[in-house]
């Protein structure tokens, strides 16, 4: 497929390469609904247990170990007159348009009880007290009560077509509940009843499933997500390693692979999902739903018009990119032989190891459509946004310097790297970013236990923008890095064994992202279960925020902290821990450069080609491991001293900060 035209080496067309953006746009839409929302659905609208979504997470991460590598093996192995990654491209979208879809349609595993609509009746409704099926006894502050329905039923009101009745206004009419004390007298103290009746309603407003029902909801939510990581890699694989097919150009690559990484950052469109979904509940509020289930069907009905829309955007990809660079060597290998292949070279080895140590900067997807949701807008955009029917500016205003902040770090900034990259050595880049990366994400946390727990200040909005810009451009250029990175070991491979592994490597990719979104669930589901933020506990703060609870002081604020802490500590961690295998990079620019030359000559049967060299071969998994923490083991001193310059002032000042900041509480 190689060729010179006009004295220069085959590369993509502007049509191309405008195409193949368009429909990785449309594939990293689909991606960040599922990475973004899908963790939010799972716990805040139909309330799975914590636990249980982070073992759904994490144990899928560990098929992927599998599956990826596997998945690049096939397409390493295909040999089609498109090439071997086009056919995925053209076949693909419309599978992974439907799995995406089917998490989604899952059941409510806390079902909102008779309960759930319940308020204070007026207090001259109230009649004596009389014995029946329906008095239900509730314990408040250690004090019985009597809770009764005025209407003569726990059932919500019906109309004749047997839906919820609704009033003027379509909200569907609430039970009114009359309270009487232990000696079965009206409780008169109006604010006092209000109170136990917010209680009871959390208490008594939700129950969990059990048994087959509760199993059957969790396995459906297990295979489902499965399902889509199996189908979405056979799509991302070959979206990613046909860059390294499109051109002969390290250019043009880089050029591409960082318009890419651009775009996939643009894709993060998909995270508002979680946010829009609300604005379709109230068509199905208006058939009678409850105020669970109608936001359950909202997020179902977004989810099949986003997805159908990003499907349609990621065939372009398909149906645009041509594959112009082929290995004269038609020879492929087993899965088992990939996998030697792929630890045998020493500097993809590097980089896979490095992206698995950052995995905790996964966290800022998992957490953060959950804490703009909960902490921002209280669970309801529409009530914070506008207030009295007036827009509320001043908060519109801060939550745009917010996000300014980060995506013009996470799009904006990574632009530059090409040029970057074209003055410095990328394993210096590397190494850069993810050292100098970790100072921003240490400061969020800090900076919101200096503000207690309240940064919806201007000032406090706009220190948060530039911590999360500077986060934001470390993590995103390390993204478009790690891609040329990975571009340039699949020439290294070529190059010693005249073979292009193109899949596998960039499957390795895959696997980065995809296990470190399972480590990093796993470690916010810790965290969450820690502090109780689960199952029925969301439920019930969903309730509370309903009748007028504020996140950010709801259950001592511990909710609020422990998801500022997922978005700061943990990365901060991994991103210093990334450092560490790629201090000792094994291919410096310039023999990449070198090895690439040679190799487009070869490809185009110039003189002087020679043998294809050989680079010595790993000779057992033992050597490779060996090899391994022999790296991290020299590493880690070159680390601790690469970066103490760096962050040694900023570490005593974080520290001096907290000491001063923040008093010990064992409660």
């Not at 020879?331 to 088992?336: C, D």
């Amino acid at each position: 497929m190689s060729n010179i035209k006009n004295g220069t080496v085959a590369t993509y067309t502007k049509k191309e390469l405008a195409g193949y953006l368009t429909g990785l746009a449309g594939q990293n839409i689909i991606y960040n609904i599922i990475a973004t929302g899908l963790a939010f659905y799972f716990q805040s609208v139909i309330f799975l247990p914590a636990i249980a979504c982070s073992l759904i997470f994490a144990l899928a991460r560990v098929w992927d170990a599998v599956n990826d590598p596997m998945m690049g093996t096939i397409v390493d192995k295909t040999r089609t007159k498109w090439g071997k990654c086009k056919p995925y491209l053209l076949f693909v979208p419309a599978v992974i348009m439907v799995t995406t879809i089917l998490p989604f349609i899952n059941n409510m595993y806390a079902e909102p009880n008779d309960l759930h609509e319940v308020t204070l009746a007026e207090q001259n409704a109230y009649v004596a007290f009389a014995d029946s099926d329906l008095v239900k006894e509730f314990e408040y502050d250690g004090v019985k009560y009597y809770m009764i329905p005025a209407g003569g039923s726990w059932d919500l009101q019906k109309d004749a077509s047997g839906r919820n009745l609704l009033d003027e206004d379509g909200n569907i009419v609430k039970t009114q509940v009359m309270i009487y004390t232990a000696d079965k007298q009206p409780l008169t103290d109006t604010a006092l009843a209000e109170t136990v009746l917010q209680d009871f309603q959390n208490e008594e407003g939700f129950v969990k499933k059990t048994g087959g029902k509760a199993v059957f909801i969790i396995a459906w939510a297990a295979i489902s997500y499965v399902l889509w990581g199996m189908t979405y890699t056979i799509g991302d694989i070959p979206l990613w390693g046909v860059t390294s097919l499109m051109t002969e150009s390290q250019q043009d690559r880089a050029k591409a692979l960082t318009l890419a990484r651009a775009v996939a950052n643009v894709g993060m469109i998909g995270t508002l999902f979680t946010m829009i979904a609300p604005a379709f509940q109230g068509m199905f509020k208006a058939r009678g739903m409850d105020e669970a289930h109608s936001l359950r069907a909202a997020y179902i009905a977004l989810a099949v018009v986003m997805t159908v829309f990003a499907s349609i955007l990621f065939q372009v990809a398909g149906l645009s990119v041509k594959e112009k660079v082929s290995a004269k060597s038609e020879k492929t290998y087993t899965i088992k032989e990939n996998f030697k292949i792929m630890f045998g070279n020493k500097p993809f080895r590097q980089i896979l190891i490095s992206g698995i140590l950052r995995s905790p900067i996964q966290l800022l997807a998992i957490v953060a459509m959950t804490l703009v949701m909960y902490y921002f807008f209280n669970n309801d955009i529409g009530a914070t946004l506008f207030v009295d029917g007036a827009l509320n500016v001043t908060l519109v205003l801060k939550i745009l310097i917010l996000v300014v902040g980060l995506f013009g770090g996470m799009i904006g900034f990574p632009l530059f790297v090409p040029q970057l990259i074209g003055k410095f050595e990328k394993k210096k880049l590397y190494n850069f970013f993810s050292l100098i990366g970790a100072i921003p994400f240490a400061l969020i946390f800090v900076f919101f236990l200096i503000s207690k727990g309240n940064v919806l200040t201007w000032a406090g909005m706009i220190v948060m923008a530039i911590l999360f810009f500077m986060a934001a451009a470390s993590m995103g250029s390390l993204n478009v890095l790690q891609s040329v990175m990975i571009a340039d070991c699949v020439d290294y491979e070529e190059y010693y064994t005249g073979v292009r592994p193109d899949g596998v490597f960039f499957s390795g990719q895959s696997f980065i992202t995809k296990l470190s979104a399972g480590i990093a669930s796993l470690i916010s589901g810790a965290v969450y279960a820690i502090v109780g933020f689960s199952d029925k506990n969301v439920a019930l703060l969903n309730n509370a925020l309903v009748n007028g609870a504020d996140f950010k002081t709801y259950n001592g604020g511990k909710y609020a902290a422990a998801m500022f802490f997922l978005i700061s500590i943990p990365p901060a961690v991994g991103m210093v821990l990334a450092a560490m295998p790629t201090l000792k990079y094994a291919l410096p620019d310039g023999d990449h450069k070198r090895m690439l030359a040679e190799l487009i000559e070869k490809r185009h049967g110039a003189e002087g080609a020679g043998e294809v060299p050989v680079y010595e071969e790993t000779s057992s998994v033992v050597n490779v491991i060996a090899d391994t923490v022999d790296a991290v083991e020299s590493a880690v001193e070159e680390t601790i001293e690469a970066a103490a310059d760096t962050v040694e002032k900023t570490t005593d000042e974080i520290a001096e900060t907290v000491e001063e900041t923040v008093t010990p509480d064992e409660n």
